[in-house]
């Protein structure tokens, strides 16, 4: 069961991540773009995750998602700051 969470948390990602940038490609808006790389990095993250916890197993890989997480957020943090101004 928690295979399939972990599928459909990455798959979630994946889609907010194409209709993001998808919607940036349409508007020019910079706020989608942010958004759009977040959502890109948030789901390698969790792409990361199912590989760790279900595919390679002795393998600790956690501060490679927490690492990805962390970009993804930094980069819409910057984005928000620096649109901001």
């Given at each position: 069961?928690?295979?399939?969470?972990?599928?459909?948390?990455?798959?979630?990602?994946?889609a907010?991540?194409?209709?993001?940038?998808?919607?940036?490609?349409?508007s020019?808006?910079?706020?989608?773009?942010?958004?759009?790389?977040?959502?890109?990095?948030?789901?390698?993250?969790?792409?990361?995750?199912?590989?760790?916890?279900?595919?390679?197993?002795?393998?600790?890989?956690?501060?490679?998602?927490?690492?990805?997480?962390?970009?993804?957020?930094?980069?819409?943090?910057?984005g928000?700051?620096?649109?901001?101004?």
């Amino acid at each position: 069961m928690a295979e399939a969470v972990y599928i459909l948390c990455a798959l979630t990602s994946v889609a907010c991540a194409v209709l993001l940038l998808r919607g940036y490609g349409r508007s020019r808006s910079r706020l989608l773009l942010w958004s759009g790389l977040c959502f890109m990095a948030l789901a390698i993250s969790n792409m990361v995750l199912f590989v760790d916890l279900v595919v390679v197993q002795g393998v600790d890989l956690s501060l490679l998602r927490s690492s990805l997480a962390l970009l993804g957020i930094a980069t819409l943090l910057y984005g928000l700051i620096w649109d901001a101004q």
